[in-house]
């Protein structure tokens, strides 16, 4: 296939098409909504390489709502701590992977 540019007729009947589909408001609207993602982008997720102080600090929390919850059994300090230490270990092993695949 050529990169040269197309034939004038043939520029003008794409010219043609695409301002007819530019008219056409449900398909731009429909082609707009899929631009938008929902939820956490994976490729992004899978690249998180946390530093040394997030992940302390991520585990300093979690263990202190882990001793409050344990000692005051409040419903509130339990859910906080179920937020916080899958956050925490996640970091925790995306540290640890990240070290270790650069000390091999």
Known sequence: MSTNRLPDHEQRIL???ERALSRDRRL???????RRRRGPD???V???APRTWTVVLLLAVAVALLTAGA????????????????????AALRL?????SRSV
């Open 71 to 90: 000692a005051t059994a409040e419903p509130g300090v339990i859910w906080a701590f179920a937020a916080v230490w899958p956050l925490a270990l996640f």
């Open 15 to 17: 010219d043609e098409i």
């Open 96 to 100: 640890w992977c990240g070290r270790r």
């Open 46 to 48: 899978a690249a998180y």
């Open 42 to 44: 994976p490729a992004r």
């Open 28 to 34: 731009v609207r429909r082609l707009s909504s899929t």
